[in-house]
Structure formats: C-alpha cells, structure tokens
C-alpha cells in the first residue's frame, strides 16, 4: 500500500508540506534510465546514436525489446526500497524528450512514454519518496554537452524557435498528466541550460512557467541556473513572476575529478574554495531571499580506494556546507556500471562480461567527458599537437568562447575525443549485441536488476548519516 505523500510548496527560503513543516529533499539523480548516458551504462556517443546503431543490428524490435527490459530492470521495487531503507526522501528522474515525442512526429504525444515513469513513481510513492521530473533531454538540445542528446556541441534549442515550442508543449502534457500527483515534489523544466545570450532563457522560462501554471498551479517548479546550473546572474526580477519556485544549482567540485588541481585534505585554502564555489552560485537567491536546491553534485570514484578516500572526504566536507546552509540536494546519481553510482552493476554480470575488452578500450581512448583521464601518454600525443596548433595560431582572446570554463584544450577535447571519436565507436559497440535473441537480450539487460548490482557502501553510510527526517 502507497504512503500518502503530501504535496509541497516554496515559502520564502523554505520548501515546507501542507502543515506548513519544513522538508529538505535530500536524495540522487535516476539518471542513465529514461535519459540514457555514456558513462552510466557504457555506451559511447550519445543515447540516440546507440538506439539507431542497435536497431540496424538487431532489427527494430529485438532492440526496442532490450531497450524496454533495460527500462524494467534499471529501476524497480527492491530499488525504491533500498533508497529508503537510506533515510532519504528524493529521487530526481532525468527524462529525454523523446520517449514523449518523435523528432519527426512533432507534438504529438506518445503515451507508452509513461509506461515506465508512472511505474516509477507509483514505486517511490509506496515506499515515502518524492520525485522531481527533470527534462534532462530537451529538442535540439539545451545545452552543449552529450547528456542533452545533441549530435553537437551547439546548444540548438536556443537557436531555434521551434525546439523551444516543443519543449513548451511537452510540458502542458506533463503537467496536465501529473498535476493531481503530490508524491511529486516538484518539475526541473531544463537540466544545466547554456544559453550564451543569457536572455533567451529568460523568456523561455517565462513560457515554460506559464504553460505549467495553466494547467498545474500546485507543484514546485525547480528551475537550473544559465551555464551548467551555476549563474543566475541574468535572472534579474524574474522570480517575481515564477510562482511557487525554487532555484536549482549544480555543485560538482574539481577536487572530486582526475584533473583535481591538488590532492584533497580538507586544508582550509581547499575547504576554502569550497564553499566560494557553493556560495557564488546562491548569491542571487540569497539576495532575494529565494529557495535553493542543489540538484547535482558529487564526486567520481575509482578502483584505487585510496583515492575514493579522497573522493570521500570532498563530499563529506560539501555536505557539511549544505547542511550549514539548510538547502536539499541530489547527489549524482543512483545507479551505474562503477563509476559514480551508489549502486553499480556488476562486474560478473553478462552485460559487463559482454562489454569488458571495449569498456578498457572506452577508456583508454578517453571517449566520455565525464571524469576521463586526459593525462595518460596515448591521449597527450594524440591531443596535444592539436591544443598547440590552436595556441600558436588563434589569439587567447579568440580562444575565449562560451561556456567559459572549456577553455581551449577541453573543447578541443570534446569536439575531437568525445563527439568525433565516440561517433566511430558506435556501429562497434552495436555489435557486440549481434545475433542475439531476446533470452539473450533479457538477460543481458537483468544486468541492471538491484540483485546484480554492488552497493557503494562507504558512500551510503555517509548519505544516510545526512538523511533527513519525513
């Protein structure tokens, strides 16, 4: 029998429940699911190349029946349970677009797209878990890196009137679908939006509040800071317009990654930075007295627990921020095959089995952006004639594009490795699936049953001794 959740509302820097009690959401991203991504599940590329790719080597519908089984298995009751048994009280779900709309059939809803949502969060309902809807995924993509599922690194949906049309219409049938639902917290309209004119998504979240609000006046609407979920800057007085709303940063911290610029102790320069980094990204809402959520964070681990240890210790003292500050927070993420979930899958599991000789080549050639050793000797002498061809012949003030934080060796990085490269090691990865049949394809997708997969259990113990009360 489900818990009876109530639904929750902003009041000035509080999210309080019906009786007008505080609540911190506190919880983890289900991201890789319903918006798939590289490093979560080991594909390269981006999750609409891998579909296609899979659909040619199986056929349509042995990979659309994988692709279902992997949405089955991913997240179920023993998953929600487990979440629970954690004391926290949030999942956020990255959504694609596309399970709702096809690129070629615009606007017109495909209703099997909640086949598995509705499961999803009728199970977090049964076990006391609220969920915030996220569209990672928006048309033409939001934002220049591969988790907005864009063939580029041009963030098309502010370029075009009609990507943001599409997004306005999916959220009128996303909010008339779940405006009665309480067990959901809240809607994030548009994870990590860069929008290099800073304005255009001014006007966007304008029409994205006021399609929710005709149709649902009742749920928290959480929206992401311009550039990654790091700048309000721009915002101006628009929160005097968005009703009932919470303002979302994302609060990854260098020291959590390889290209840490030192190795983490806690010292107080370090901690130091810290909480510049967390502080400059509430400065807005703090003036105005608004809302913050921390809707991403986290650092990424490694099979040296030595370093995990380090990696640790960088979560541990960020949360002793959030918890100084009062706001909620979702680590990223949930679940993934080792790299940064609080559950993973196994190793000894078909799927891990199956991928193993191209995860180690996956790696080597450092095709995923996200936490990739760029410093291994292979990768410099691959990269580096490229890095300095562009110095010493671009001017440094030429180089300075947006987003600000890629500066010339990273973009290049994510251009040349990351969308180049990982476009080639699609039809490969494909192929590993071939001649499959769907006994084969169920299990290789059971895979990602909780029962196959590996609690991080340093980093639980540290969640749960954070958790928050009901």
């Avoid at 304005?199 to 929206?223: A, M, N």
């Avoid at 986290?298 to 918890?323: F, W």
């Amino acid at each position: 029998m489900s818990t009876v959740l109530p639904f929750l509302r902003v009041d000035g820097e509080r999210i309080i429940n019906e009786q007008g009690d505080r609540v911190i959401l506190k919880g983890a991203g289900l991201g890789g699911w319903m918006n798939m991504e590289n490093f979560i599940t080991g594909y390269p590329g981006r999750e609409f190349q891998i579909r296609a790719a899979l659909a040619k080597v199986l056929g349509p519908d042995r990979a659309a029946f994988f692709f279902d089984k992997f949405l089955e298995y991913f997240f179920a009751d023993e998953d929600a349970a487990f979440f629970a048994s954690l004391g926290l009280n949030c999942i956020r779900i990255a959504l694609n677009y596309r399970h709702f709309e096809d690129d070629m059939n615009p606007r017109v809803l495909k209703q099997d797209g909640f086949k598995h949502l509705d499961r999803v969060i009728e199970l977090c309902t049964k076990h006391g878990l609220w969920t915030i809807l996220d569209l990672h995924t928006a048309p033409g993509g939001q934002n220049c890196d591969w988790h907005s599922d864009s063939p580029t690194h041009v963030a098309s949906f502010f370029e075009h009137k009609d990507f943001q049309d599409r997004a306005v219409w999916l959220w009128g049938e996303l909010a008339k679908h779940y405006k009665d639902n309480p067990s959901i917290a809240g809607y994030n309209p548009l994870n990590e939006p860069t929008d290099p004119s800073h304005s255009q998504l001014i006007t966007v979240y304008d029409r994205l509040h006021d399609i929710i609000r005709e149709h649902d006046k009742r749920h928290i609407i959480f929206w992401d800071g311009n550039t990654f979920a790091s700048d309000f800057t721009a915002f101006g007085d628009a929160y005097k317009r968005w009703t009932n709303s919470a303002y979302s940063i994302h609060d990854y911290s260098i020291f959590g990654f390889p290209d840490a610029p030192s190795v983490y102790s806690g010292q107080e320069d370090q901690k130091r930075r810290l909480r510049r980094s967390f502080e400059r990204k509430m400065e807005w809402m703090k003036e105005h007295g608004l809302a913050v959520w921390n809707g991403e964070w986290g650092p990424v681990y490694s099979e040296d627990e030595s370093v995990n240890a380090i990696r640790l210790h960088v979560l541990k003292d960020q949360l002793e921020l959030y918890e100084e500050a009062q706001i909620g927070w979702s680590i990223w993420l949930y679940k993934d095959i080792g790299f940064q979930g609080m559950t993973y899958v196994s190793p000894d599991t078909p799927y891990m089995n199956l991928l193993a000789p191209f995860l180690v080549k996956k790696r080597k050639l450092a095709v995923d952006a996200w936490g990739a050793d760029t410093s291994l000797p292979e990768i410099r002498a691959a990269y580096e004639p490229l890095e300095k061809f562009i110095e010493n012949n671009i001017e440094e003030k030429y180089r300075k594009l947006y987003p600000p934080m890629w500066n010339h060796e990273l973009r290049s990085g994510r251009l040349a490795r990351c969308i180049l490269v990982a476009e080639y090691m699609v039809p490969e990865w494909a192929e590993y699936f071939a001649n499959k049949d769907e006994a084969e394809l169920d299990q290789l997708a059971a895979s990602f049953k909780f029962e196959n997969c590996v609690r991080r259990e340093a980093l639980n113990q540290i969640l749960t001794a954070h958790n928050t009360q009901r």
